[in-house]
Structures are given as structure tokens and as C-alpha cells.
């Protein structure tokens, strides 16, 4: 699976976002589905992901990132509302291979820098 992630950018605290991620692949629906994001200096951190079981967040971004999916377009998105210059980051998007969300991701992408101003 290759992934490629796109629609970053730089953006005004308090304004949107959303990022996408193209995969390739014939069975893009079978995969769980993520986005991480990192700054310099710090660790690489869980912001949502998708599968068949459902959807999940981050407590840092619950009620103003959605992430959703189509698998007719084998592509996930974060759409990032209300944004802060802490979220600044590069952004990832990973595919697990499983259908439920089990937190341990086999494939990346490349990331795709989200820069907020203040």
C-alpha cells in the first residue's frame, strides 16, 4: 500500500483545514486508517483514526477534527476546523492492515506540514 498525503498549508488560528490521503491498492476498505502528526523535537502523536469500528480522536482535537473516509476514492480525510497554532505539525496518514483499529500501523505516508498562524 502507498500513500500519499496532501492539503497542507498555512492557515489562521481559527480557521479549517482538510487534508487528504490517496491510497493505492485494491483493498483500501479492508485497512484501518490513520492520521499522526509531529513537530521538531517531539515524539509522533496519534490524532484520529478510522475503521470498520468506528472513529477516534485524540483528546487534543475531539469536536474539531472529523476524519472520514472513501473507499470508492481509496482516500481518508482530517478535516480540521478551529485551528490552533498548536496544531501545527507535519501530518501522517498510516494504513493498519485490519479491519478494526489495533494501533500498530504497517504502512505511512509521506506527511504534509499544517502550519497555523496565531
Known amino acids: 500500500v502507498q500513500l500519499q498525503a496532501s492539503g497542507g498549508g498555512l492557515v489562521q488560528a481559527g480557521g479549517s483545514l482538510r487534508l487528504s490521503c490517496a491510497a493505492s491498492?485494491?483493498?483500501?476498505?479492508?485497512?484501518?486508517m490513520g492520521w499522526f502528526r509531529q513537530t521538531p523535537g517531539k515524539e509522533r502523536e496519534f490524532v484520529a483514526a478510522i475503521s470498520w469500528s468506528g472513529t477516534y480522536y485524540a483528546d487534543s482535537v475531539k469536536g474539531r477534527f472529523t476524519i472520514s473516509r472513501d473507499n470508492a476514492k481509496n482516500t481518508v480525510y482530517l478535516q480540521m476546523n478551529s485551528l490552533k497554532p498548536e496544531d501545527t505539525a507535519v501530518y501522517y496518514c498510516?494504513?493498519?492492515?485490519?479491519?478494526?483499529?489495533?494501533?500498530?500501523?504497517?504502512?505511512w505516508g509521506q506527511g504534509t506540514l499544517v502550519t497555523v498562524s496565531s
Open positions: 498510516a494504513a493498519e492492515a485490519s479491519p478494526v483499529v489495533r494501533g500498530s500501523y504497517d504502512y
Open positions: 491498492g485494491r483493498t483500501f476498505s479492508r485497512y484501518a
